[in-house]
Structures are given as C-alpha cells and as structure tokens.
C-alpha cells in the first residue's frame, strides 16, 4: 500500500473537488435517548467516577486533518480533537476513525477529583516525540500533519496521541498524562489506516470481561513498528465496576428502546421456540449407560446443575418420528429472546447479550463456483443458540455497537453502520438454515474466491421481535435476578454427530467435476466443529463471552 500512496496516486484528484464522504455527515440514532432512562443509580448519569479520577465522554469533536487514500475503500481517514470539554476537565488525547462511514466518535476527557496535590492522578507531559509526519507524502490530504506521543513523567503514562499542522510542538498543556496506578494495558484492535511502515489503530484494553478494569479511552494509537503492545495505555477503573450499570427498571426501558427485530429467510424450515417449548414438546435427557432417557421439566430443574461438561449427559430429541419432526421445526409463536446483561470497560459500558434458542440448525449448504451444494446431513445438529449483543454507553445509555454472532465467531459494527425501525430497534438477518446472523440481507460467503459456505439472509415474513424477552442474568444485580434452571446445564444441548462425515462428502463429490472435488473437501474441513456436529453444542452460560468479551 505504501508505494500506490508514495508514488502510485494519482495527483489529479487532489486537484479536482473532492466527492463528499460519508465522515462528512455526524450519525445520531434515530430517535434522541436524552431522558429515555428511568431514575435511580449513576447509570447514563454523564460523569463516572473511577476512584478520584472523573471522566466525561464528548461527542462533541473538531476536525483537524483528512487523509482520503488509503485505508478502508480506499477512503483515507481523519484525526480529531474533543471540544466543548467541560470546566475542570482535560483531554487525554484525539480520536480518529475511517472516512468510508459516518462520523460517531467519543473520547473521554478527565478530571482530577482526589485532593491528592502531592501526588496527583493527572500531570501535563515533560515533553513529546515526534511518531510520524506526513509532509513528504504526496497524495490527497489537508496538509501535512504531525502526530506527537506525549512523553510522560516517572510514574505516568501517556493515553492518547496529539496531533499539529505545524512541525512546533505541541503545548504541555494541550493533553495530561495519567498516573500509572490508573492505567491499564492496551492491544491494538481494529487498523483504521495504514503504510508499510507506519499504521493507526483503535485500541482496547487487553483484559476485557465482565471483572476486568480496563477503561476504552476513545484515542488511537499510531504506531511505526509492531502494533503490539502499543505505546499508549487504556485508564482503569479503581472503584466497584457496578457502580454506574443500569438497575432492573433502567434495562427494561433499554430494551423498549433498543430491541432487535430478526428477520428470518422466506425459505427457512427450522425456527426459534422458547426452551420451555422444546422441553415439553418432548425434548430429552440421555445418561451415558442409562438406556431410556428422561423427561425434561418445563424450566429445566430436573437437568444437572453443576459446572461441568464429563460428556455423560446430552439432550436429545423425541424418538417419534412425527414427534421429532415438529421439534425439529420449532415454534416460533412460543419464540423469545433471553438476556444477560453485564459491564465491559471497567463499568464505562453495559453488554446486553440477547440469546436465541432454535430446537434445530438445519444442513449447510456450499457454493462451489457456479454450484450451489446441500451438504445433506453436514451441519444438522440438535440445540441452535445464537446471539447478538448491543454494547451501550454508560455515561448516557447510547447505543455505540452491535455485535453479531456468526458460527464460531462474529463481527461488531458501529451504530452508525446498521439498519433500523420502529425508532432505535437495529434491523439483523437470520441465515438459513444456520442461523448465524448478519446486520444487512443477503449472500455472506464464508470462504473465498466464489467457493465456501453459504449464508444466505432475506427479508422474509417471518419476524421475532427480540424484545419479548426473559433477563436470564445480571450477576451484578445479585438475588434480584434468578437464574433459570436450564440455564446453569454445562452439558451438551444435542449429541455428536451420528453419520459419517466422509461418506457424506463422497456422495456430494459425485455431483461434482473433478477439480472441484478437492475444493469441496476443503470447505467441509473448515467447517466450526459444532457445525460438524462434532461436538455437542453448549448453553450460553459455557461460551466464552459469558463472563469476557465477544470473539
């Protein structure tokens, strides 16, 4: 990418009036969230407390320079400061984010609360280093721009990047550094931009999850060499991370506001139900060595409660053959969404994590070039969950990100970049059969070159409402929340697979011209082992993203 930058771009564009970008235009949600939020605790109170340091999260940012080559659609990228910072507060460093979406940015910006003037939470930096500049470059730009690192004193540690027009230093007092007891350790997420030799990232905190301190900043990190570990830090909260989640009422009222609405496929076979649905519809409980299952209570009581997985214990569908096929269908009358609300960031953010539980995830199908393939009995299993989790801010209960699971892994998106109706509901898509979801329709292709497997999603009749929903979880409400029975089974919600892969594949190499025998294989091989059936699929509660973060 450097040398198209250097050498290859082609000067003629910076000279003809550039076509508006999509940073242009600042993103709001479509219906303002001020006053949504019932009264009662520090959540969406504006300020939070991480133990003598406040912080302020500002929306309100200046533009001090674009790039736009390079970097995602080729758009380039633009560098921000906070403005409008409130009295007694200091920014910490500037935002920055890709010019192909809508500007929806934040940093935080800090206060000083401790009394402590010997040895104060936040000091000016003793000086910068200069990390890049792009005044050599020729390409399509506002000028040049130089990016600074604060170089902090003993005992403190820099949090964010300042950026000049000019080649003079910056102020000390543009920017404070924060001491190192109220810091946390970084990694480098997404590339917002980037040269051979020189990158921008976002940056996270390292350690995420549902007991980790580590506090998003809202700066960049700007990097010359390796990207990790970057040479700025993330804050860290030193109070109870629960001090500013919503209470009972207040996550009620954020999923009136919030609530997904799934679209299904118009040719889907196998829906979501309620688990109690599937349990009284005839799902059962098989013990290793025991050679007749056993009845499932309609909350799941009778299934084992302790926090393992020995593999002895499965749940299975009916023998009946009729009685199999209606499970296997589901019931999407009986459908509702189950929620696990949990703090992230050290407290800054709320995860609402809305689970879907299909009785039944029907085959897979492959997209081999001009060929469309059903892979038979590949990718049956019994027990379908899915999820996607709206990740909202604490400071004032605003939506920041969805994330939407897919197989073993999944993808965040900004609020900025999904569909919505009925006000802030976000718009998703089931896919069929697999029910992996997506935030726009149409055909995702896990794979490459016009050959994997194929998550098609549309727009059909079919239609869940997320928020008919059961909280399942908020550890950090205590006894007000109970769990459900079925919630606290490790073991698997279906048994491995019964059938023999490879003569599957073989039966499907039949149909299929002999180069294109070993693509097919590749495809299936790739496949996520729950998907294989390999392994039993697992209740929410076993994910990983239970108590960290999503993949």
């Known amino acids: 990418m450097g040398d198209c930058l250097t050498s290859c771009y082609c000067a003629e564009k910076s000279i003809n009036k550039r076509q508006a970008l999509a940073i242009d235009t600042t993103f709001n949600l479509p219906v303002p969230v001020k006053n949504a939020w019932p ?20 929306s309100t940012l200046t533009k001090v320079w674009g790039v736009y080559v390079g970097g995602a659609d080729g758009k380039g990228f633009s560098v921000y400061e906070p ?3 409130p009295q007694g507060f200091h920014m910490l460093g500037s935002y920055s984010q890709p010019n192909n979406k809508p500007l929806f940015g934040w940093n935080l910006v800090a206060k000083d609360v401790s009394a402590n003037t010997n040895n104060p939470i936040l000091k000016k930096p003793v000086n910068y280093k200069l990390v890049w500049n792009s005044g050599s470059l020729k390409i399509d730009q506002d000028g040049p721009i130089y990016v600074w690192l604060p170089i902090a004193p003993d005992g403190y540690k820099a949090v964010g990047h300042v950026v000049t027009n000019t080649t003079d230093q910056p102020s000390l007092d543009r920017v404070m550094c924060v001491r190192s007891d109220f810091t946390d350790q970084c990694e480098t997420n997404n590339l917002i931009w980037g040269l051979d030799t020189f990158n921008v990232f976002d940056v996270r905190p390292s350690n995420r999850g549902i007991q980790a301190p580590g506090v998003r900043v809202g700066t960049f990190a700007a990097q010359t060499g390796t990207p990790n570990p970057p040479s700025i830090a993330c804050l860290k909260n030193n109070n109870p991370i629960p001090k500013y989640m919503p209470n009972l009422e207040q996550i009620k009222a954020i999923l009136q506001v919030y609530s997904p609405v799934m679209y299904l496929h118009p040719d889907e076979d196998y829906f979501p139900s309620s688990v109690e649905w599937f349990f009284t519809n005839g799902a059962v409980l098989y013990k290793k060595g025991q050679e007749n299952p056993e009845t499932i209570t309609p909350n799941g009581s009778n299934l084992p409660q302790d926090p393992h997985n020995d593999g002895a214990y499965y749940i299975g569908l009916p023998s009946a053959a009729a009685a199999q096929e209606k499970v296997k269908r589901g019931d999407l009358k009986s459908a509702i969404s189950y929620v696990h609300v949990k703090p992230m960031f050290g407290g800054t953010f709320t995860d609402v994590a809305i689970w879907t539980f299909y009785p039944f995830n029907g085959p897979a199908r492959a997209k081999v070039e001009f060929l469309t393939l059903n892979l038979g009995k590949i990718g049956e299993h019994v027990g379908d969950w899915e999820h996607v989790t709206l990740r909202l801010s604490n400071f004032n209960g605003e939506l920041k990100q969805v994330y939407f699971s897919q197989h073993s892994k999944g993808m965040w998106l900004d609020s900025s970049e999904i569909e919505y109706q009925s006000g802030n509901k976000p718009m998703y898509y089931s896919s069929l059969h697999g029910h992996a979801s997506y935030p726009h329709a149409g055909l995702h292709l896990v794979g490459q070159n016009n050959v994997g497997i194929r998550n ?12 008919a929903f059961q909280l399942v979880s908020a550890e950090y409400l205590g006894s007000e929340v109970v769990e459900p029975p079925w919630l606290n089974y490790y073991r698997d919600w279906g048994p491995k697979i019964d059938y023999d892969i490879d003569e599957e594949v073989k039966k499907l190499e039949k149909m299929l011209p002999g180069r294109l025998k070993s ?3 590749n495809i299936v091989k790739k496949l996520p082992s729950e998907v294989l059936g390999e392994e039993g699929p697992t209740g929410p509660k076993v994910k990983d993203n239970w108590n960290g973060d999503e993949r």
């Open 519 to 521: 693509t097919l294989e």
């Open 83 to 85: 403005t409008g910072i």
């Open 456 to 467: 098609d999603t549309a727009k059909g009749d079919s239609v869940l409402d997320l928020g």
């Open 39 to 58: 009264p009662g605790g520090n959540f969406a109170s504006g300020i939070i407390d991480l133990g003598g340091l406040q912080v302020y999260e500002t």
